[in-house]
């Protein structure tokens, strides 16, 4: 069991370079580049906004973060791939793996490039972005699942942003999820969206497990 623990480990190794540098970049730092233009807007126009807009402009860039990881599982060589030792789930796993710190020093800039006066209690629109980003990553895992697409990047982007326009008008009142900061509900809120973070992050992980019938196959 060690040597088979020992020689996975090896191969997921030997998979992070290849794997880092067929990571979709381009995707990766538009989506970056936006939200840290979105959020350092006020910045550097010098205007002062209220927190309930600055709050707007931290989800918006969440959002745009959340567009690019809806292309962090394309992979063009898929189909070239599957027939590899390593599960698809690690192979997906390792690819968040790489990217996540880039994303959280991402997202400590965001946050930086707001206005302190008006900025929201960092913890829970962080929670909010995780919540969204991990749905961005469960999309993709249901897509991959689902089709043969290679590259179902855009699919994903298009139903992520259907999601966003749809939610707030959709989400029950008692669910509390898009209120203000100071808002009494802005707590009970965001237990929700900690739920919602954990349960999107479980769907994601169930859908990175390739169909029974490939396995057999292999």
Do not use: K, N
Not at 11 to 32: I, K, M, Q, S
Not at 102 to 110: E, F, I, M, R, S
Not at 118 to 137: H, I, K
Not at 154 to 167: E, F, K
């Amino acid at each position: 069991m060690r040597g088979v623990t020992a020689a996975r480990g090896a191969l997921t190794v030997d998979l992070a370079g290849p794997l880092w540098r067929t990571l979709p970049w381009r995707a990766l730092a538009a989506a970056g580049a936006l939200g840290l233009l979105a959020a350092g807007a006020p910045l550097a126009t010098g205007a002062e906004p209220a927190p309930w807009q600055t709050l707007l402009l931290l989800r918006g860039a969440a959002l745009i973060g959340a567009l690019g990881l809806a292309f962090l599982l394309d992979d063009p060589a898929r189909h070239l791939t599957a027939p590899v030792p390593t599960p698809r789930l690690l192979r997906q796993a390792l690819r968040v793996a790489l990217v996540a710190p880039l994303a959280a020093l991402w997202w400590t800039a965001v946050l930086l490039l707001t206005p302190s006066a008006s900025r929201p209690p960092a913890g829970g629109v962080t929670l909010e972005a995780l919540a969204v980003g991990a749905l961005a990553l469960a999309l993709a895992a249901l897509a991959v699942r689902l089709t043969d697409e290679a590259r179902p990047g855009p699919y994903v982007a298009a139903t992520l942003l259907l999601t966003a326009v749809l939610a707030p008008l959709l989400a029950p009142e008692g669910w509390a999820l898009f209120v203000q900061a100071g808002d009494p509900r802005w707590s009970v809120g965001h237990d929700r969206w900690a739920v919602l973070a954990v349960a999107v992050a479980v769907v994601g992980a169930a859908c990175g497990a390739e169909p029974s019938g490939r396995r057999a196959a292999r």
